[in-house]
């Protein structure tokens, strides 16, 4: 199993980011994806989630209207658009199914 974020980078506050996440060696389309985000000197935290078919999503409280998650099970990639960025949001972001982790990207927010 492999999970490969990319699109991160360093974007001003209220500007906006789509990060990617692309699988590989599993049936993607079966199972459930999670975005995460470390901040420095925090503990990881969930971002949101999105079943299989890319029916149902989960946000947590303060991602709520500003993100949005979504997937493309024929590309095998799942993605976290972000907009109305704040520097709260600056964290490494990371995309995990069942017990794998991807190496995550940085997303920087700041002036």
């Known amino acids: 199993v492999q999970l490969v974020e990319s699109g991160g980078g360093l974007v001003q506050p209220g500007g906006s980011l789509r990060l990617s996440c692309t699988a590989s060696g599993f049936t993607f389309s079966r199972y459930v994806m999670f975005w995460y985000r470390q901040a420095p000197g925090k503990e990881r935290e969930p971002v949101a989630d999105?079943?299989?078919?890319?029916?149902?999503?989960v946000y947590a409280d303060s991602m709520k209207g500003r993100f949005t998650i979504s997937r493309d099970n024929a590309k095998n990639t799942v993605y976290l658009q972000m907009n109305s960025l704040k520097p709260e949001d600056t964290a490494v972001y990371y995309c995990r199914t069942v017990d794998y982790w991807g190496q995550g990207t940085q997303v920087t927010v700041s002036s």
């Open positions: 999105i079943t299989g078919a890319g029916i149902s999503t």
